[in-house]
């Protein structure tokens, strides 16, 4: 990854903050894209503290072609051709599906359906005009092949469109040098991961967590970067169209049972 250049998006917190900074530990050059500028702009910073040659923050809404194109301009001026994309973006709202305002609908498929495929359009515009390859990874969700009780509807419909984008991409530009893979997080403590949860039951919501997931505790942000960022590097060169689970054995474990 020395020297490589690599968009991050939502890389002001959370996955896509620890992925920035695992890339700049491995030498990348880092353009953090969030609709957060001034974080984009912090963990930019930070970036370069932990050894990132050069690193960039812009702010952009992904769910915006123009702010989208304009981003990754931005990144290119700043920062050299692109390798690498890691899509990060994301939001989780919730609703039971008779109950959910459309709006809310429009604006989770918007961000984390619409936002991973416009960045990944933008980002192989890139990739075939400079003919080097690329590597692109999107982040998906357990919620993309099991469900919980509660609501999650547009959110799991947005994080499974995301595998089949995966897919389509992977076989559409493998024979242009880009592979595009996905991985599926589990509950992982972050910002989003209360985002539906009153501040008061956190604590209890955590425990829980703790007790149903096989490994014993939610990941840390580090952990599914870490499986990100192995994707997006050479290690991971016959790698593609795949979709890597990191959520501590919670897919693989069956609920009927004690
Ligand atoms: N935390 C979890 O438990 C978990 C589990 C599975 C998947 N994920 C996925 O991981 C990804 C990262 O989430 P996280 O947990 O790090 O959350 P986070 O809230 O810490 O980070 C998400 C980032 O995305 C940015 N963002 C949101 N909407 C945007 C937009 N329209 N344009 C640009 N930036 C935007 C936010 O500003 C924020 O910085 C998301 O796609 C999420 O769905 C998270």
């Known amino acids: ?13 959370g996955i896509g903050r620890a992925a920035a900074l695992l890339c700049a530990e491995r030498g990348a050059r880092v353009a953090i894209v969030d609709h957060a500028g001034d974080r984009a702009s ?5 970036a370069r503290l ?4 050069a ?6 809404d992904v769910r915006v072609e123009a702010e989208v194109a304009a981003a990754f301009d931005a990144a290119a001026a700043a920062l050299g051709s692109a390798r690498g994309l890691f899509c990060s973006a994301g939001i989780d709202m919730g609703g039971m599906a008779h109950e959910l305002e459309q709006v809310v609908w429009d604006r989770v498929l918007d961000t984390n359906l ?3 495929y416009l960045c ?5 515009r890139r990739f075939l005009a400079d003919d080097q390859g690329g590597a692109i990874v999107c982040t998906s969700s357990v919620m993309a092949c099991g469900s919980i009780p509660g609501g999650s509807t547009a959110y ?5 469109g995301i595998l089949a984008l995966v897919r389509s991409l992977a076989v559409d530009y493998a024979r242009y040098g880009v592979r595009v893979n996905a991985i599926l997080p589990g509950a992982t403590e972050t910002p989003l991961m209360w985002a539906n949860v009153a501040s ?11 007790l149903e997931v096989p490994l014993g505790r939610l990941a840390t942000p580090d952990e599914p970067a870490q499986a990100a960022v192995w994707l997006l590097s050479d290690e991971a060169s016959y790698v593609t169209g795949s979709h890597l689970v990191c959520d501590g054995g919670v897919l693989a474990r069956l609920a009927l049972s004690a």
């Open 156 to 160: 799991s419909v947005s994080k499974a």
């Open 42 to 46: 912090a963990v930019a910073e930070e």
């Open 55 to 60: 690193a960039l923050g812009v702010a952009c």
């Open 120 to 124: 990944c359009k933008h980002a192989l």
């Open 200 to 210: 008061g039951d956190v604590a209890q919501a955590r425990e829980i967590i703790n």
């Open 1 to 13: 990854m020395r020297d490589r250049s690599i968009i991050i998006t939502g890389g002001g917190s």
């Open 114 to 116: 619409r936002g991973v």
């Open 50 to 53: 932990h050894g990132a040659p």
